[in-house]
């Protein structure tokens, strides 16, 4: 479903996986994150924030574990906002991992 004017999927594939390589996507969110955050007035880099996680099930996922929390076989979602909400990291887990080793 890519437009005609991207040209073949493959190389768009092979820009992507470029772009990922070289930690471009994860730099953009950095400085956006920081220019964001100075917009409102605050300092670029926070000294605060909140983390949670989230388990769901993944029956089929070859990289799963159990929360006995939970009762669910699957994986977990540890996501790190700033005091404002704004997202700082994703990292995904096994459901077995804790909370604090997962962030």
Known sequence: MLPIH??????VYWWFRRFVRC????TIHDVALMLDREAA????????????????????AEVRGYDGGK?????????AVDTDGRL?????????????AGV
């Open 23 to 26: 930690l471009l996507f994860r």
């Open 6 to 11: 991207f040209g073949p999927w493959q190389t």
């Open 41 to 60: 007035g605050r300092e670029a880099s926070p000294s605060g924030g909140v983390l949670d996680s989230q388990a769901v099930k993944a029956r089929f």
């Open 88 to 100: 700082l990291m994703v990292n995904l887990t096994p459901a077995d991992v804790s909370d604090s």
């Open 71 to 79: 009762r669910i076989v699957g994986r977990k979602r540890h996501v």
